[in-house]
Structures are given as structure tokens and as C-alpha cells.
């Protein structure tokens, strides 16, 4: 028996090696003196190249770094991992809470395949790297993959629902409660915030239909299917109202001596999930032991402060993309299941570590228990999100004379930018990292 959880333990620990490049490591090099190294050690660190979040943090990485037809392969991987689950999946739609990865031994055991709004956002920022390569035809693919993913994001929320009453009921009927939030949980007071109450759902953002209502203006879409563009716009404006004030020119041609500019400012880093252990009632109220939950920390580099000055005119352009509050608002609307699923899991460990105990004596139970642990420890540390996700983002659409500066005030810096003699739009990307390591690129068209 002893022999047996030792090698057990041993394979285990062997099996589940937490990723080369920590979460910490990742989002903690990104300054202008290490940002090369991290990048090159992350596309070097093949060890994760089967994750969806991997791709991901490379992609986005990628697209900081001026390498935008690098980024479009690194984000096309990701979809290829996740279109295979999405088609798995859709083969017996009732099984997608174990598609998903419910596992006995932990949370952090589970096949990470991301929450709606960075589905989402994968293919708003594949779209500006086609906008920055000139194509603004594949851009306008982008968008349109945007909301077909959308859609199975719907049916698997739907089925997480109806498997989180049968994992509840489950809970219940060992005589564990899962109607409340652990008072000792680190998220629980973000849970019921108003600010994340009140978002329209957990999927969709202003920041990545107001870039819709743009690409189809700048492919010329727009006039051509009628009313793509428009419907982006009055999406964006429902779920911001504030997305007017980001719209400062007009669908007339421009005159000779004047640009069409947009800028769009990516700054910060989303929040990063992991899995959290709470002291937790089972069975009966003098016994305890410990659940996990998915929780966040908070996020990093994001800005302050905003504003871009042509001139006499500056403008203060409203924060569009808030991924942290998509994360909360998932994290709101899964919570029950999650704690659900949790108590089960906690429940079934317990139940075999007593049974371990009575059939193998104390050690039995001991070594049962530290098997649980162990395995549950290494697996969390791999467990991870898309990390490097911007927290933020800015559109400002304007009209400027050929050959003007633009000033952009990022927190107390400002950089200057010379507007193109030449075309009739500018589109620009500014990649605020951290402090130190501002990026700032354009396509012309």
C-alpha cells in the first residue's frame, strides 16, 4: 500500500510539471529591458504548446512586438485547439460539462478552453493585425468569426447551468450546502459589485463592436452589405452609451488635406485566474475540509489617465474594454457551479480518504489524503488563463490635416506622432506594456 502511493505520488508529480515560464515570470518581464527575452523564452518553451492559453499569450506578445503575421499564426493555433473542443463537444451537447474537464482531483486538473469574452477578444485582435498588415478584408473575417463563436459560448453556458443543479443536488445529498459564498473567499465581495452586476452579459464588449463599425468603414463593407457596420455601432452603443463620444467623424469623403485617424490604445494586463483553497464545511458542521475555487488577481501596467491632443482639440477617450469586469461578471454568473462542483469534489476526496483509512488504517487515510494534496497542488500551478490579455482599451475616431502631430498622454509620458502626407486614413496601435515599453505602430489606407 505504501509502495503503491509512493510511486503513485512520484508519477504524478512527474506528470504534471508546472509550465517553464511562470505566470509570474510572464507577466513580470514585460518592461523594455527583458520584454525580448520573454518573448523568446515563451516561444521557445514548446512544453505547452497543446494549451489554448499558450497561443494566446504568445499571440498577443507577438502583436506587441510589431510581429503581426506571427501573431495571426500564434492565434490561429489557438482556435485550431479550440475549435476541435467546440466540435467534440457539439457532438453530445450534454456531455460539454465533462468536455469542459470536471476532474476529481482538483480544479486546476481541468483542460483550460477560455470564457467567452476572451474568445471573444482573440479575434478583435487578430482583426488589428490584419488592419496593420493593410488587409482590412481579413480583419473584416475576423469580426465576423467574432460572433459565430459567440454562439456556442451561449449553448456551453446553457449546458453549465443544467449540469451545475445535478452537481449541487449531488452536494445536497452528502449533506454539504452550496447556497452561499464562503465569507473567507478573496472574490466574494466582487461578486455582488454593482459595476459587475450591471454588465449586460459575460461575452460581449463595446470595445470590439465599436472596432467592427471601423473595419467595415475601412474596407468599404459598409457600403457595400448596407448595414454591417452600422449594426456593430448600435451594438457597441448599447453596451456603452459612451461609445459616441469615440465617433468624431463623418462617413462624408474627406477633403484632399485630411486624414480619417484612428487610434486604438491596448494597455495593461487582464486579470490572471488561479485556483484558491477554502476552509469548507462537509458532511457534517465539526468537519472541514478544503474546497477550490477559480479566483483572480488583480490586474497589472494598465493606465490611469488617457488623452490624445490634436492641436486645440484633446480628447479623453472612455475606457471600452474592461476585461477585468468580463472576468468578474463570468466568474459571477459560474459561481454556483463552480461551488458546486467544488463541494463534489471535496465530498468524493473525503469519502475516499475514509474509506482508505478503515480499509488501510491510519496511514492509508494519511497517504490518501497527501496523494489528494499533492496532486491537487501541481495542478493548480499549471492551471492558467490568457494572461496577457490587455485589461484595457481605447478607440478615438477623429479627423486630422495630412503631415499634423498627434499627441497621445499616456499617464505622465506623452508620445508624439506624425500623422502621414499621403492616403486617406491612418489606423494607430498603441501597445502600453508597462511604463517603460510603449509601442506605437500604423497602417495607412
Known sequence: MFRFFITALITLSASLQATVLSTEQLRGGLSAQTFDKTLASLAADTSDDDEYWYWLNLARLQQANGDYNASIASFENAYAILDEYESRAAISVRNIGS????????KGSETYFGKGYERTLMH???????????????????????????????????????????????????????????????MAALLNSPDVRNLLNNYQDPFSYTLGYIISEISGLSDATGDEGSVFLKRAIALNPNVTKTINSSKAPVPSAKLHVNIVVLSGMAPAMKIEKIRFPIFHAAEYTSIDLPSYTPPSNDLSSLAIANGPRTFNPPRLLKSD?????????????????????????????????????????????????????????????????????????????????????????????????????????????????????????
Open 99 to 106: 468536455f469542459v474537464g470536471s476532474s476529481l482531483l482538483s
Open 124 to 186: 478583435t485582435l487578430n482583426a488589428i493585425n490584419y488592419i496593420m498588415l493593410g488587409k482590412a478584408e481579413g480583419a473584416a473575417v475576423e469580426m465576423r468569426r467574432m460572433e459565430q463563436r459567440q454562439e456556442f459560448w451561449l449553448v456551453e453556458s446553457n449546458e453549465k447551468i443544467k449540469q451545475a443543479a445535478k452537481d449541487k443536488a449531488t452536494a445536497a445529498a452528502r449533506d454539504t450546502r452550496t447556497d452561499t459564498v464562503p465569507d473567507n473567499y478573496s
Open 325 to 445: 469586469m468580463m472576468a468578474y461578471k463570468t466568474l459571477s454568473d459560474e459561481f454556483p457551479g463552480e461551488l458546486a462542483k467544488a463541494a463534489v469534489r471535496a465530498t468524493t476526496k473525503g469519502i475516499a480518504a475514509k474509506q482508505a483509512n478503515d480499509h488501510f488504517g491510519d496511514l492509508g487515510g494519511l497517504l490518501a489524503s497527501l496523494f489528494f494534496d499533492l496532486g491537487s497542488s501541481i495542478a493548480d500551478s499549471g492551471f492558467r488563463n490568457w494572461e496577457t490579455l490587455p485589461n484595457s482599451g481605447y478607440l478615438m475616431n477623429f479627423e486630422a490635416k495630412k503631415g499634423e502631430t498627434i499627441s497621445i498622454i499616456l499617464n505622465d509620458r506623452q508620445e508624439s506622432f506624425t500623422l502621414p502626407k499621403t492616403g486617406k486614413g491612418v489606423f494607430i496601435l498603441v501597445s502600453y506594456l508597462t511604463h517603460d515599453n510603449i509601442r506605437i505602430d500604423y497602417a495607412d489606407y
